[in-house]
């Protein structure tokens, strides 16, 4: 008899969430031609993108490691194939090789910039011997592309991009061996800016572009649970964690002088003039280094298990 999924839900108190990501409900446009926020490939020169994805990368390090301790632990034993599914500038493929030093790490993302950062990457960090990537579109035959019997999958911020993430979930549970595991990462949760008006004076200018962020569909949020266990995965188990960035550090107040421009190019016509000349202030005091502002942002990662 077929025992019966078994998921396991860290965080309780969260609300139930759709099984899609929030920001665009159920449609499945191919990418770059819909209008769902964060859908489809990154372009293939977007340096500031994968600066920030770096940057991005340093401050959540400590959920990088915990998802990596928890799939170690689900999988029991050193994996020798690993995929990184949409690996973008290759955080997770790097730190995937550097833990697991028995395993051949398959980097796919259908960006061709982010594919060279990887190549780079690796050569740099002495890994690329085990390090192989694959420039491959997930909404496609990607199983193709990669050995049979993997024993780990991970997909880090990248399954909302895809067109059909239970179909990308269900290609990851044929691809894998039995007892072999997979792990999702998301954003989740609030975004909060301290102080609010983000060194400006204008009173809760943070908390106005966190708002018009979200009428845009940011962050992206995602919710897999209902997703793996359809596609057949057993022991889901659900993780939150806050990411924490601060100005008073170099890495800091690049990633938000970064991500507030970034802001400011999605917000153009959603924001007041008052608070564009605002948000160009902070972006420039971040950049001047005369700013001091804290910010958070939730993350949610996922591991599950092939029967
Ligand atoms: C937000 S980035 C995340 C990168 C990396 N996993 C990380 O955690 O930093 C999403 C990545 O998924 C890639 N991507 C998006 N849609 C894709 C698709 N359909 N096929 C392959 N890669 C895709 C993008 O090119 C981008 O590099």
Do not use: C, K
């Amino acid at each position: 008899m077929q025992s019966l999924p078994t998921v396991v839900d860290m965080t309780p108190t969260t609300p139930a969430h759709p099984a899609q990501p929030a920001a665009h409900g159920h449609h499945h446009e191919r990418p770059g031609h819909g209008d769902r926020p964060g859908h489809g490939p990154a372009p293939e020169n977007d340096t500031d993108l994968a600066e920030l994805l770096d940057l991005d990368a340093q401050h959540a390090a400590p959920v990088l490691a915990a998802a990596l301790d928890a799939a170690a632990a689900a999988l029991g034993h050193a994996p020798r194939e690993v995929v990184d599914l949409g690996a973008g500038t290759g955080t997770g493929t790097l730190a995937l090789a550097a833990r697991f030093s028995g395993a051949r790490v398959h980097a796919l993302d259908a960006s061709a910039g982010m594919i060279e950062r990887i190549r780079a990457s690796a050569a740099l960090s002495g890994l690329s011997e085990r390090i192989e990537t694959h420039l491959v579109d997930l909404d496609t035959d990607w199983p193709a592309a990669v050995p049979h019997e993997v024993d780990m999958a991970w997909a880090a911020l990248s399954l909302h991009h895809t067109s059909d993430p239970s179909r990308v979930l269900r290609q990851v549970f044929d691809v894998l061996r039995p007892g072999g595991v997979v792990v999702a990462t998301e954003f989740s949760g609030a975004t909060t800016y301290s102080p609010a008006d983000l060194g400006t004076g204008s009173s809760d200018l943070g908390g106005r572009v966190v708002s018009a962020l979200a009428t845009r569909g940011y962050p992206v949020t995602a919710e897999w649970t209902e997703a793996l266990v359809a596609a057949g995965f057993s022991d889901v188990s659900r993780h939150e964690a806050t990411v924490a960035v601060s100005s008073r550090t170099a890495a800091g107040a690049r990633f938000l002088e970064l991500q507030l421009q970034r802001n400011r190019e999605l917000l153009g016509d959603e924001l007041g003039a008052d608070d564009l000349a605002g948000l160009d202030a902070a972006i420039a005091g971040l950049g001047a280094g005369a700013s001091s502002v804290d910010h958070t942002s939730g993350r949610v990662f996922w591991v599950a298990v092939r029967p």
